[in-house]
């Protein structure tokens, strides 16, 4: 009964757990574009945020691995534990919970470089020579065209969830904040990517600018890029008792 109890009390908690963290990343991810004004005031809000996320995080592993313990502890003795298991493994990698490598393409996006006292030149639109989320989004949306089986940016897997954001001069993804360069990594056909990448005009729009001001736009191909499996929360939109 004390495994049963333990099973009992750690499956609420990880809920609770994982409904906190979820509605703390929704929150943040309700970012501006870069060319917003709040900038400076959406830059503590999301030091704060990035602060709990955090540690709800921390807390949400600790649980996790009582949760994995007790599991394993039922399977010996609940059949219904072992196919739920068995079925989660199977489901992982179709939602992005696995790592995956596989050919694919990677995608790096930079800001223009600063002269040597750190600034922007004063003669050009400071707007001009950042990236911005628009150009993140219209990279992702090139791929996903382009049939992309797995996406990564950064270091975080993408999920049905996900949204990309600009705060300030940094992007925001599931709760984190990244600073250039912005590497994109997709599993998929390269060549079916590529031409996807060319055809896409907010990618072309980027080049412009990147021929320009000089901001950086890389696209290379390999047979073995690789993804790692998405470890953030799952929202659950629903909840169903099994009868016993």
């Avoid at 996903?144 to 897997?157: F, K, L, N, T």
């Avoid at 590529?194 to 072309?204: F, Q, T, Y």
Wanted: hydrophobic share 40%; charged share 25%; with cysteine.
């Amino acid at each position: 009964m004390r495994r049963l109890d333990g099973w009992r009390f750690a499956v609420p908690a990880v809920c609770l757990v994982t409904g906190l963290l979820f509605a703390v990343s929704r929150n943040a991810s309700d970012g501006y574009d870069l060319r917003g004004g709040r900038t400076t005031e959406l830059s503590g809000v999301v030091r704060e945020a990035e602060s709990d996320v955090s540690g709800a995080q921390q807390r949400l592993a600790a649980l996790r691995a009582e949760l994995d313990r007790l599991s394993l502890a039922q399977e010996g003795s609940d059949q219904r534990v072992s196919e739920a298991r068995r079925l989660a493994d199977r489901l992982g990698a179709r939602v992005g919970l696995s790592p995956l490598t596989g050919p694919g393409v990677a995608v790096r996006l930079t800001d223009a470089p600063r002269g040597p006292d750190g600034r922007y030149p004063k003669d050009v639109d400071p707007d001009s020579l950042v990236v911005h989320q628009v150009d993140v989004q219209s990279v992702l949306n090139a791929l996903w065209a382009g049939g992309a089986e797995a996406v990564s940016v950064a270091d975080q897997r993408l999920v049905s969830t996900s949204a990309v954001r600009c705060i300030g001069n940094t992007l925001l993804l599931h709760g984190r904040t990244y600073s250039p360069p912005y590497v994109v990594r997709a599993i998929g056909d390269t060549e079916r990517m590529s031409a996807a990448l060319d055809a896409e005009p907010g990618v072309r729009l980027f080049r412009q600018y990147a021929q320009v001001y000089g901001l950086g736009y890389r696209v290379s191909a390999s047979e073995a890029i690789g993804v790692p499996g998405y470890t953030g929360p799952l929202r659950l939109d629903k909840a169903q008792e099994v009868p016993r």
